[in-house]
């Protein structure tokens, strides 16, 4: 059987990914440390999910180590060999302000963890295609400078301007503009990985998300914004935006979409290949605009108030271009829209505050 490696696999993306490799017959080996219960606390613990999929998935096996521990990954790797076919590494410390918070946790398990499971693959299993996912931060804070417009509940770049029609493409820079801690080790691991596919010859891919959100995500204020929110309106916790009105806008992809687009990635791998991959103009709101779906999705008005202060480094509008993506792989399409998206997380979050009040 075919073995597929997943790093932060009880997390949104790790988990979703195990379900869908399972699911195509690979053997799954998932790498969680919780260490996303570190970064956020109980809210954002992801142990619910590790346990989960132990009981749903029979060949799936998990090991809570961490992925800078070059020594335990190298021999959990060298253990699987050249059965492994495939490494999806979406571990990650993933929030933009807790960066700041400890810049040596952020950046070693951000940059060193990945260059720990780039080094892996190219000792044990060089053959496997390993695919990255990145961000979209790793463009700093320059798509702030674009011509942006105020309209009554989103900023929109001008409708002049080449991205207006699609979002923002590959071709952006990544330099000269400020990341954030996160954003800055982001780009390490990013650059890293293009490296080992256009040095080593590796068949790495890196998926630049935008927001990224599924039914899976433990919604911590720090982050994964559509969960948190949900999780605020539906349990009355207070929300607070940050910045720019409410008026910032986000493409949202749901977790489903991304993994089949690594899956598509998979079959037909090109070494070293970037892809910005977001929910595109096809699924995408401001603060304002989610706030409203999500008021009106629950039946219940969200407690949240406008602050002046604004996140350091923060979009005030993204939206990615996926079309390098679709030329590339034309097969793949999206499932999820942003209403199809919300309706999840809407119905998964009311399960889970039911079992925990039950
Ligand atoms: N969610 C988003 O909106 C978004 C947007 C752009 C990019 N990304 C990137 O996508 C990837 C997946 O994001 P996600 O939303 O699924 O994150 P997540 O926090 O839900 O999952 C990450 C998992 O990695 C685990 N982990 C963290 N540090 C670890 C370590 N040192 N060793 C082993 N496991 C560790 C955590 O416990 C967690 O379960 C990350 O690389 C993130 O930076 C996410």
Redesign the pocket.
């Known amino acids: 059987m075919s073995v597929a490696v997943v790093?932060?696999?009880?997390?949104?993306?790790?988990?979703e990914t195990a379900r869908f490799l399972h699911e195509q017959g690979m053997e799954v080996v998932g790498?969680?440390?919780?260490?996303?219960?570190?970064?956020f606390g109980a809210d954002?613990s992801?142990e619910w999910?590790?346990k989960q999929l132990e009981k749903d998935l029979k060949n799936f096996r998990h090991h809570?180590?961490?992925?800078?521990?070059e020594a335990a990954v190298g021999e959990l790797f060298a253990e699987l060999g050249g059965n492994i076919e495939l490494v999806i590494?979406?571990?990650?410390?993933?929030s933009h302000d807790w960066a700041a918070r400890e810049p040596f946790t952020d950046f070693t398990?951000?940059a060193n963890?990945t260059l720990v499971l780039l080094e892996s693959t190219r000792q044990h299993c060089p053959e496997a295609t390993f695919i990255?996912?990145?961000?979209?931060?790793v463009y700093g804070d320059l798509p702030n400078s674009l011509p942006l417009v105020e309209k009554s509940t989103r900023w929109e770049v001008n409708e002049s301007h080449p991205y207006y029609e699609h979002g923002i493409d590959e071709s952006m820079s990544l330099d000269q503009s400020k990341h954030s801690l996160?954003g800055a080790s982001?780009v390490a691991a990013d650059i890293l990985t293009q490296e080992y596919g256009r040095y080593f010859g590796l068949k790495t891919g890196t998926f630049?998300?935008?927001?990224?959100?599924g039914p899976?995500?433990?919604g911590a204020e720090l982050?994964?914004?559509l969960a948190y929110l949900v999780k605020c309106a539906m349990s009355g916790k207070p929300y607070t935006i940050y910045g720019y009105k409410g008026k910032q806008v986000r493409d949202n992809i749901h977790?489903y979409d991304l993994v089949n687009a690594f899956w598509h990635f998979f079959q037909n791998p090109i070494p070293g290949a970037v892809y910005n991959m977001g929910g595109s103009r096809h699924s995408n709101c401001s603060m304002l605009e989610a706030i409203d779906y999500t008021e009106k999705l629950c039946g219940r008005e969200l407690n949240y108030v406008l602050s002046d202060q604004v996140r350091s480094g923060d979009h005030i509008w993204w939206i990615s271009d996926v079309r390098k993506f679709q030329q590339d792989y034309p097969g793949w399409s999206y499932r999820y829209d942003l209403k199809r998206i919300m309706e999840e997380i809407v119905a998964a979050t009311a399960e889970r505050l039911e079992t925990a009040t039950a």
Do not use: E
């Open positions: 790093t932060g696999s009880a997390g949104l993306i790790g988990s790498i969680d440390n919780n260490m996303r219960a570190y970064f954002g992801t999910n590790s809570a180590l961490d992925v800078r521990d590494h979406t571990a990650a410390q993933p398990v951000n963890g990255f996912t990145s961000t979209n931060k996160f982001k630049r998300g935008g927001c990224l959100t899976a995500h433990s982050h994964g914004f977790s």
